[in-house]
T-cell receptor, first 117, second 119 residues
Framework: GAVVSQHPSRVICKSGTSVKIECRSL??????MFWYRQFPKQSLMLMAT?????????EQGVEKDKFLINHASLTLSTLTVTSAHPEDSSFYIC?????????????FGPGTRLLVL | AQTVTQSQPEMSVQEAETVTLSCTYD???????LFWYKQPPSRQMILVIR??????QNATENRFSVNFQKAAKSFSLKISDSQLGDTAMYFC????????????????FGQGTILTVHP
């Protein structure tokens, strides 16, 4: 099956610092990856769609200058939380969609728990 | 815009029993895909089952099966012979597709149902 990795799994940082989260598709190429944010016992909220070789598409209300997304290759997308603040603490999940599988099935990374002190 | 509704925030079931999770959706599209994803305490999202709207036959995967009612826009998940490892949050999700079966757009999730399986 399709495998997506995410690194780091957990990060604690001080307020004002930047944090980078990596999302990799291990056994398939993904022209499109997605970044979600999830609060405890709630659904996933799509933050942005990451497109290889072009700019990410952000959902309404998501600050593009705060959440920088780079999709530099067909297997790697990164999310950088710039000048992190305690309210950015959350669980961030990435997913990838194999292009040849038309069903739209997305495969998810294991998530990154971010805690900003 | 598409919406997905899961009206059961929490459910519980005894081990070995059967439980059904409800999901309704709203769309004007004729073709689409529906999914059930499971998120156990590890928080890893796992695909449980997938259904294409053009296919009449209900999808099944071992102990998991769906009841897809296209006219009613309903997509419930039945878990038979529940196991402790089925304890998780379950999400129903929807994505649009064209007549050829290729999906497009973004995945829309329901609010989720927390399922607890008791020994």
């Amino acid at each position: 099956g399709a495998v997506v990795s995410q690194h780091p799994s957990r990060v604690i940082c001080k307020s004002g610092t930047s944090v980078k989260i990596e999302c990799r598709s291990l056994d398939f190429q993904a022209t499109t990856m997605f970044w979600y944010r999830q609060f405890p016992k709630q659904s996933l909220m799509l933050m942005a769609t990451s497109n290889e070789g072009s700019k990410a598409t952000y959902e309404q209300g998501v600050e593009k200058d705060k959440f920088l997304i780079n999709h530099a290759s067909l297997t790697l997308s990164t999310l950088t939380v710039t000048s992190a603040h305690p309210e950015d603490s959350s669980f961030y999940i990435c997913s990838a969609r194999p292009p040849e599988r038309g069903s739209g099935t997305q495969y998810f990374g294991p998530g990154t728990r971010l805690l900003v002190l | 815009a598409q919406t997905v509704t899961q009206s059961q925030p929490e459910m519980s079931v005894q081990e070995a029993e059967t439980v059904t999770l409800s999901c309704t959706y709203d769309t004007s599209e004729s073709n689409y895909y529906l999914f059930w994803y499971k998120q156990p305490p590890s928080r890893q999202m796992i695909l449980v089952i997938r259904q294409e709207a053009y296919k009449q036959q209900n999808a099944t995967e071992n102990r998991f099966s769906v009841n897809f009612q296209k006219a009613a826009k309903s997509f419930s998940l039945k878990i038979s012979d529940s196991q402790l490892g089925d304890t998780a949050m379950y999400f129903c999700a929807f994505i649009q597709a064209n007549a050829g079966g290729t999906s497009y757009g973004k995945l829309t999730f329901g609010q989720g149902t927390i399922l607890t399986v008791h020994p």
